[in-house]
């Protein structure tokens, strides 16, 4: 069984940063495509930002591209999301996702994160 577990959200004043985890522990981590995603209130959940298996390959959504940097840590089976210059439009609950490099139909959820961006 996957289990992936989100940390680091919080409360945070504009402009401020926030480092997310996601631990993976127990699984072939490195196989893994991993993914973050945010939900706001009334809003789809949407794609923030992906890191290839290797870390040779990362995409960012235009809203967060150049304020939000992922990356992936093989050995310690996580994964990060540094977030500076926070807006308040970037307040959501933050998941994490991890897809399965050999199967890109299995995929596994985390419980999510909550951001919340507020003076």
């Known amino acids: 069984q996957v289990q992936l577990v989100e940390s680091g959200g919080g409360l945070v004043q504009p402009g401020g940063s926030l480092r997310l985890s996601c631990a993976a522990p127990?699984?072939?981590?490195?196989?893994?495509?991993m993914s973050w995603y945010r939900q706001a209130p009334g809003k789809e959940r949407e794609l923030v930002a992906s890191?290839?298996?290797?870390?040779?390959?990362?995409f960012y959504s235009d809203s967060v591209k150049d304020r939000f940097t992922i990356s992936r840590d093989n050995a310690k089976n996580t994964m990060y999301l540094q977030m500076n210059s926070l807006k308040p439009e970037d307040t959501a609950v933050y998941y994490c996702?991890?897809?399965?490099?050999?199967?890109?139909?299995?995929?596994?959820w985390g419980q999510g994160t909550q951001v919340t961006v507020s003076s």
């Open positions: 996702k991890a897809r399965d490099s050999a199967d890109t139909n299995l995929s596994y």
């Open positions: 127990g699984f072939t981590f490195r196989r893994y495509i």
């Open positions: 890191i290839s298996t290797s870390s040779s390959s990362t």
